[in-house]
């Protein structure tokens, strides 16, 4: 039985500061991006918080949130 990590907690009296989340990417058809993996392209499609379909010229590839390697240009 494994279990699974709980995020830590901040504690206020701490002098360090508290872990900040990076903002989630967002991306919109048309939106022209760029891959670490698969160069440049363009969003055909997106599904909220879940995918986006983006053309590359060679392929189409589906690009899982939170889209890591990928920026917008």
Do not use: C, N, W
Not at 28 to 51: F, M, N, P
């Amino acid at each position: 039985m494994t279990k699974s990590a709980a995020p830590k907690r901040h504690l206020p009296t701490s002098p360090f500061k508290a872990a900040v989340a990076p903002a989630p990417k967002h991306f919109a058809a048309g939106d022209q991006v760029t891959h670490d993996v698969y160069g440049l392209g363009r969003v055909i499609s997106v599904e909220d918080g879940i995918a986006a379909l983006v053309d590359f010229g060679s392929s189409q590839m589906r690009i899982l949130s939170p889209y890591a390697k990928m920026t917008k240009l």
